[in-house]
């Protein structure tokens, strides 16, 4: 007779999976303690000895998870632009009109920009990365100013969005959206998705008062 | 018989306010290298001998005109801090109804943040300050929110501002219009004023076309 499952997860030996598992949650506990860091203190006055530091790890643990700090920040930056660039497709698979796939990447962007790759995102200006890197950066970022302004010119195309400039409005729409990356307080009173709701409705109606 | 002024101003030797004058023109033209290039590469990859490199000058000069690269940053951010407060003092004076005051605010913030030490402001970390210019900086552009909040509150209330959450509204211009920071290019085809009219006019009429 086989032993059940439930007895072999008792041994005290971690299968592949396991290890597998156990590894990546680590290697993810490394990035969010690191990323916060860079939020909080910026990139140069952050070392991976205070991030170590505050896992209770040591400094050669994060280099075996993840490599030096200009490796840690780009791998920071490409989570969020994951984020970004995943919520850009779900949109624009949606069924419906143009305002309503559009309306509903904006606020799932500006939720992405108040957590913490996001914000990362926001505030890592291209000087802090590599070369390479920065150019690996811009091209990402061009991706998602690009699904926007597809996004807007669907709108206009199906006479819901009106956009005499789709690039300004891209601009303009972006520039309000992640700007939350710098002011919005996870710990204030108002949710992420109340936030984003609310500025994505700004954004919609205008600040002029509709007949 | 006096000599008269034209030959008086021929003289070698400046006199105490052509001195001022000559004086001042040197800062500027120091402050005017070091924010561009602060702005293109960032504070930290800036250095202070790359600064007088640029202007044919020695360090010595550049400490002798402003001090220190804190000091210079902390300048730099100080009169694009002292633009967009005049604007937001010009627009309160002016007459007319809130909206009115409102867009005049906004155009020429959007302005002053597509300028060289607009573009400082929006770009510099507070973490790159010293606590104390970090303080300063800060309490600095809380006044320029005050003064938009403040805008916004007195347009809705003689009706013609359309703002549920005013603070929400504030932040949500006020991303929109420091993006340009990021984004806008001096050489490219759009005037610094076009640009800002057409964001005004977007976040004045929203992206939901109107009856």
Known sequence: MNEPPAQKAKSPFPDAAQR???REAKREAVLLAAVRMFN?????????DDVALSLGVSKPTIYHYLGNK???????VSIGLAQLQQAAEEARRLPGAGID????????YAQVNMDDFGRCVIRTGEELLSPASAARFRAKKREIDDALRALIEEGVADGTVAAPDARLLAFTLAGALNWPARWFDPAGPMSREDAARAMVDVLLQGFAPRP
Do not use: I, M, N
Request: glycine share 4%; charged share 35%; aromatic share 8%.
């Open 20 to 22: 597998k598992a156990a």
């Open 40 to 48: 909080e203190r910026g990139f140069h006055a952050t070392s991976l």
């Open 70 to 76: 200009d490796q840690v920040l780009l791998e920071c």
């Open 101 to 108: 796939r559009l309306r509903t990447f904006l606020e799932r």
